[in-house]
């Protein structure tokens, strides 16, 4: 489990949380190499998670681009409707093995928020969310899933009142209830070992997607795209992939659009800093201030990113791009309508950006989109912005 | 004027307490800022924690986050902070306190021999952990400026043996789980966990007889001065609590009142 990924990781924390880290990280190792608790997380992520997700052949859409076939690995029909069920599930079970009673959680489009909510259901924890107070106007259906699922949502209202301040309100309770709470941070982001433990619980889509590749076609996808935001999907995507010769893309959110407007590209437009533990790429000032962020994806509205994808960028293994909140509101409706699936608005990017490269690619070529999570929770947002013509 | 760090040490071989106080660069008006230093120096405080403010301050209670927001929306940048801290350094030892990602973007070595110039002579990071002290340690001697560290309840006494050796100046050792701030509010975060911290107290001053250990966060009455001064402390540091006046507009006397109640008893100013 590393700590570090050449110069980005690390753990740049209040000393109050040193001791909780490390406690944290040997939790995590001894859990990962005992038999009892991986077979307890692979049970439940079956029957009541409904892993392993299908494969699917997006057959219309990819007939109409006529070019390479386009498979979703659906995420979206894990339980709660969003990958980050990997991740609560599996930092849930070793909060119980910490003998830690209390769960909070930060969330920005909610999915994680739900995921944790379910999770303290299930494991008799008491679990409170940071939530930033606009993401809770654009993501009404969710904060009324957690509150159903009897989780505690608190709305958070400095800065930007998005993703960046739930985080740092979810580290503040940490620092004053860190003997009695699991934070269960929901990307991999922050600091050691958080990054390298989310990406383990996540890379349970990477492993099925390459396991279902070598039935299906007997060798791994020709090209796999991911929605980043702070990455959590994407690295669960890419990391089992890394090895193989799969083309591998990362799609950041490009906001507007407009001339000057960075979106939350943190890879894109952003450079090496330090915010929340970790040191990666941030969207920053020449100060090291960090920039306000703009996305119709709440999920993706976040300022930095994990680092180990900081990492990927540098080393040049993945292609990080960038798609538009107007590309991705139009691919929502074109896989609705192609489809019959609702996705959600993160990995409409993904979808938007095999949408444009599959025309160029030869028809036995194969592309895998993660679809992160379904979107019932945009659908006020997408009808608000109107309907396609 | 001497560097904090051999101030708090001159004091702790005299066997005489200290205050120092914390304030927000920016939150208010340069003019008033100063008047307050002034004020300050004028009461009898022995030192000055001069806040730089971050976005993401996420060791900070209410009181200081909106600081910071003000301070970085009235345009707080670094180049004005060096004038005004080469003004208070004048007038009060002064330490730089700020996060890491300003310093990084700096780059160390060039931020710590500007604080220096500017008369500064500690610099405090609540998010640099004692793990990745060393580079700032360095540039820090290089320019004469103390790398100030934060021990804390949660700290265990291998844990603490080393900030106590690692730190130059003082120890900051922070009062209690929680962030920095007055009680009060209703998230979960403002009900603070309490920690004993006479036994962390004997343990640093055993380790290092010569080192001042301070004791900061939620520090807001004279009970709260005296309960740390009985544990063993060398002094403390009051922010939120002076901040949260100044933002109100309190005059120069009513600062100047609220900070003697506090003064630990029979300190001569410095």
Redesign the interface.
Known sequence: MPEWYGPYG???????????LKELDAAWRAAHRDRAFRSELQQLAREWGGRPTPLYFAENLSRELGGARIYLKREDLVHGGAHKFNNALGQGLLTRRLGKKRLIAETGAGQHGVATAMVGAKLGLST?VYMGSVDMERQRPNVLRMRLLGATV?PVE??SRTL?EAI??A???W?????TTHYLLGSAVGPHPYPSMVCEFQSVIGREILRESRKLWGHPPDLVLACVGGGSNAIGTFHPLLSTHAKLVGVEAGGTGNEGDRGAASIGAGRP?????MRSY?L?D?????LPTESVAPGLDYAGVGPEHAYLKDSGRVEYTSVTDDEALRMFHRLARTEGILPALEPCHALAEAVRRAPTMRPDEIIVVTLSGRGDKDVEEVVRRGLPG | MASLGDVLKARRRRGQRSLLVYLMAGSVPDERYLEVVETLAASGVHGLEMGFP????????PVI?NAA?LA?SRGM??GPFLGLLRECSRKLPTAVMT????????GVARAMEEIASAGGTGLIL????V??ALPYRKAGRAAGVDTI????????PQ?LRR?VRSTSGFLYL?SR???TGISGGT???????TAPLGPLLREAHEFRPRLPVLVGFGVQSPEDVQRHLTEGADGVVVGSAVQKRISEGASPEEIGAFVQSLLPPGSPPV
């Open positions: 690390g753990s740049f924390v209040p000393e109050t949380l040193v001791p909780a409170e608190r400095q800065g960046k740092n309100e580290l503040r309770d620092i004053a209830n860190v003997t800093g330090i915010l929340h533990g941030l920053q020449e100060e090291g201030q960090i | 971050f976005s993401d301050p996420m060791a900070e209670g986050q927001t970085l940048r670094w996060y890491m990602n300003p310093i990084e973007q700096r609540p998010d640099l952990p793990e990745a560290l934060l021990a804390s309840p949660a700290s265990p844990r900030l922070v789980y929680g962030t998230l979960p975060s403002a009900r603070y966990q």
